[in-house]
């Protein structure tokens, strides 16, 4: 038994959805099942015999207050059958849910017929779950059935029961009965259309809600499909939601790949470090009073371009020297001996892939973020040596940027002036067309 809102312009004000389970005789009929909706509302203009409890024989007060007190109503608008009379089949409802755009869905047990396992989930299927209209109990062709996983031991199928929704209606969670061995809750898949994955982002990154059953639910998608949900909400949201964006995408890469999940961590950190030097700094103007914690984003940043550099460098040693091998293998012309075992010929090694760090030089996010970073880090310099107080906090500040940025083996001022450069040719990048 489940309660349905309705629109706020129905005269309805909610709807009862109810599900029973009819055994017949326990031996010889099959199980049946049938789900009922109730429509209740409320009628101003009702009378004692239905609406409105009658007045009672006490003052014109009372009489008047008890005429304005509505009642509720209800009507049964809707009666269907699982499985229907003209059709052979064995699903049986078992719960009903109301999700939290109003819609009831309901988990059906199919007992005729044996169960398969999902690879993808590695869960037995016992079920489906389906989407409900309202108020004529039709299924809603549009979304494909989502299967319901249960467990299966000793022949005994453990019903998931309790079936409620996550907050953004992607899972659904079950606990099963009572039982000698418990088992644990179980995940499903919530019945949503394909095109509304990347609203629901987008909804729940405006709204500030958490959105860890979203990142469950990408997470079994193929990667080609996670693309285009990203693209897709990366044009809902506004540029300056970009950087949430980019926190959806490391919390759903962390299991494919380590390596690009700590570029994209380290792009969160760098655009949550470029916000603390805006908040802390303004006009050339410092606050001392938050020292330690720039000494330490100064460091953080330092370290990032020293590994920067060094991937550079290292890419542009590999690539000259692929060069001149290839250079020096059309200079040298080698008779192929004819009577030589393919198999046995040596094939030349193929390129290293570079590291997943440089990707925070191909897009103008983290270019820009890290430029914006350095000339901070500039005026932070130049503010604490004219800076005429004698505090301690400046004094540290003064000897912390000597350690940091002066003995640094990385010119801070040249690589300005390289990212700048950099800057300017990943802006012209069509990103449609590149891929990384």
Known sequence: MVFVPSSPKSETKMHLALSF?????FNTEPIKSRVELVALSTNPQGNRFGYYRGPTPTTAASETTSMKTPLWTHKRVATRHFPPPDEESSNLIISLGVSGQQELFASFINLGSGYRVDKASHGTVVGETRVLSVPDLGLDTKRKAAPLFGVVQHGHITIPLNVVPSPNDILLASAPPLSITPHPPTVHTFPVPPDALAGKLACAIVARKSYIDLVHALRSMPLPAIHDVLVET??????????EL???????HKRANRDEWKTGLDLCHLVAIGLLFDECGEDGAWDLTAVWPLIGCMQWVVDL????????????????????QQSQKQQVHIKPDPDADPEAIPTPAAPADPNPLLVLLLHPLPVRT????LKNIES???????AKTQSSNAYIARQSLIDIVEISPVNLSELRTALEGILSDVQDLDGASCSV
Not at 21 to 25: Q, S, T
Not at 305 to 324: H, I, Q, S, Y
Not at 370 to 373: G, K, M, Y
Not at 380 to 386: G, S, V
């Open 246 to 252: 980019v926190r959806l995408a490391v919390h759903v």
């Open 21 to 25: 389970l009819d055994f017949g005789d």
């Open 370 to 373: 890290l430029l914006d970073i």
């Open 234 to 243: 990366s044009r809902i949201l506004p540029p300056a939601l970009d950087s």
């Open 380 to 386: 932070f310099r130049e503010f604490i040596a004219a």
């Open 305 to 324: 371009a020293e590994r920067l550099v060094r991937e550079c460098v290292f890419l542009e040693g590999e690539m000259l020297l692929n060069a001149a």
